[in-house]
């Protein structure tokens, strides 16, 4: 099956407010408000029920940014504007205000490693990733890293993760203990929050065969505390494609929930070109804006469809909170 991404982004502006968002390659934005957005695919064990984050606003656009592939998952370049239709709650959306590129950014790059038990056979190659994901870092762009094994998270170095020392601490990690994935989301999250800056499109890299054995927040609190940073998240399983479906699932899923992607050891890729991948992603997304089809307070849903060509398919968050306010 051809595996079709988009990046989706939702929100509604006031003329009398502005804030910055970056949701994109260098271009910051005025915004009133972020709308709080839901994911595309849940999550396997997560309840089926939207973030519970209204935004009040008297707006009447709405702003959405996507990126999508072909049928043989190759990113499209060009899109036209008679190529899709957005459809908000039950309207269907083919008149739009305006579709544009999105602009480059720089990044600010988290890997999260898996050091635990369950990774122990297969850890020489996460960490051979690394140290490629290390020595393929952008110039300008920050990297740290966080691994989790045992209890907790724990910090390996912070922005600046270049260097022979960096590379010695990742060499010496010893998988052991259990695996804190949610917990080690969750913790990932904030440190995420804590560094955001307007301009800086911010990316999660999680190298994971997605289970969980000890956490004390549930799968659905880890993957809504990662959506709410507005952050990509971008997964690689150690394991081959088949071995695990439930960890392969909840990977996959998690990172498309996100507007990112999956990947897997067979990947040709690799862990190297995640980076190059997201910048791809951003480079080749657009921005379509158009009037906001109805009031009703709530969440609406959103889904970005084909019009023409089928074998085209978006995969994005889909959905915003409304309340006209008080």
Not at 138 to 163: E, K, M, N, Q, V
Request: aromatic share 8%.
């Amino acid at each position: 099956m051809p595996r079709y991404l988009c990046l989706l982004e939702c929100c509604l502006r006031l003329s009398k407010y502005t804030a910055m968002a970056s949701l994109s390659h260098r271009q910051s934005w005025s915004l009133a408000v972020l709308l709080a957005v839901f994911p595309c695919f849940l999550w396997a064990g997560v309840e089926n029920d939207a973030p519970k984050v209204t935004y009040r606003t008297g707006s009447a656009e709405v702003r959405v940014t996507f990126f999508a592939t072909d049928q043989d998952n190759h990113l499209l370049q060009s899109i036209d504007r008679n190529d899709f239709a957005v459809v908000d709650g039950d309207i269907v959306i083919r008149d739009f205000r305006s579709l544009t590129r999105s602009d480059e950014t720089r990044l600010d790059v988290v890997v999260l490693v898996d050091a635990s038990e369950s990774v122990a056979q297969r850890f020489h190659a996460t960490a051979a990733r690394v140290l490629r994901l290390i020595s393929h870092n952008h110039p300008g762009d920050d990297l740290s890293i966080i691994t989790f094994s045992g209890l907790r998270p724990a910090i390996l170095c912070t922005a600046d993760c270049s260097g022979s020392a960096t590379e010695n601490k990742v060499r010496s990690l010893k998988p052991a203990g259990a695996t804190p994935l949610f917990d080690s989301l969750v913790f990932s999250a904030r440190y995420i929050a804590e560094r955001h800056t307007a301009g800086v499109r911010q990316v999660l890299i999680l190298l994971s065969d997605g289970n969980d054995t000890i956490s004390g927040v549930s799968a659905r609190q880890a993957l809504d505390s990662v959506i709410k940073t507005g952050a990509l998240l971008y997964t690689i399983n150690p394991n081959k494609p088949g071995r695990d479906l439930k960890g392969s699932l909840a990977l996959e899923e998690m990172a498309e929930a996100t507007g990112g992607r999956s990947f897997s050891a067979q990947d040709d890729a690799g862990a190297a070109d995640v980076l190059e991948a997201a910048l791809a992603d951003l480079r080749a997304s657009y921005v379509v804006t158009y009037p906001l089809p109805s009031r009703t307070a709530g969440f609406h849903s959103l889904r970005i469809l084909p019009k023409h060509n089928l074998n085209l398919r978006f995969h994005c968050r889909r959905g915003y909170f409304y309340d006209e306010g008080r």
